[in-house]
């Protein structure tokens, strides 16, 4: 069945390092990925997607790399800021509108 | 401009009593998610409307949970005789459409606390 999960279920960063927040997927026919941030007590918030047909996406201080051969998500964010600090989840979408997500990593940004 | 809203935004109700939560999309927005999430966990999936369509209730987990969407709009997850494993917080989600764009747009949930 389908799956997403996640390598380390937290990070802690320093203030302007770089994160970099992992995730696995099982489904070979996903074909669009997401990842989403949330802040205690908010609903999460869309940071950026990538299709499948794309191995590497950028946007502001945030890129998304798709490794289709072992199945494999990550974001990565630069210059961390405190502001970063959340619960960050990827998703998948498979054969339907459906989005499966994964457990979701606390990203804690240290001053 | 206004996002996804959900009311109320705490709940705390006694096990066996009912609860309806209440969600208001996007204007605009043809598709409409809910989806639980507990403690710690990831985003599960419960019901899914697109237009005028036949529901996705493939992820409701059981007959004491049920939603509708009056109108094309507004949509209302009810949960009838309440049980403690029904703690959590339920977030909905709109999107313009499940093909036409991917981005779901998600509300800040309703906590759900059952005593």
């Known amino acids: 069945g389908e799956s997403v999960g996640l390598h380390l279920p937290t990070l802690s960063v320093q203030e302007g390092d770089n994160s970099i927040i992992n995730c696995a997927y099982s489904?070979?026919?996903?074909?669009?990925f997401i990842w989403y941030k949330q802040e205690s007590g908010k609903g999460p918030q869309f940071i950026i997607d990538i299709r499948s047909n794309m191995d590497k996406r950028q946007g502001q201080r945030v890129t998304v790399l798709l490794n289709k051969t072992v199945k494999h998500l990550s974001l990565q964010i630069a210059a961390t800021q405190p502001g970063d600090s959340a619960v960050y989840f990827c998703?998948?979408?498979?054969?339907?509108?459906?989005?499966?997500f994964g457990k979701g990593t606390l990203l804690t940004v240290n001053p | 401009g206004a996002g996804v809203s959900q009311s109320p935004s705490n709940k705390v109700t006694e096990k066996g009593k009912d609860v309806e939560l209440r969600c208001d999309p996007i204007?605009?927005?043809?598709?409409l998610y809910w989806y639980r999430q507990s403690l710690g966990q990831g985003l599960e999936f419960l019901i899914y409307f697109q237009g005028n369509s036949a529901p996705d209730k493939s992820g409701l987990p059981s007959d004491r949970f049920s939603a509708e969407r009056t109108g094309g709009s507004v949509s209302t997850l009810t949960i009838q005789r309440t049980q403690q494993e029904d703690s959590a917080v339920y977030l909905c989600a709109s999107s313009l459409g499940a093909t036409s764009s991917y981005e779901q747009y998600f509300g800040p949930g309703t906590r759900l606390t059952v005593t």
């Open positions: 998703a998948e979408r498979g054969s339907n509108y459906k989005l499966t």
């Open positions: 489904n070979s026919a996903s074909d669009y």
């Open positions: 204007s605009g927005h043809t598709a």
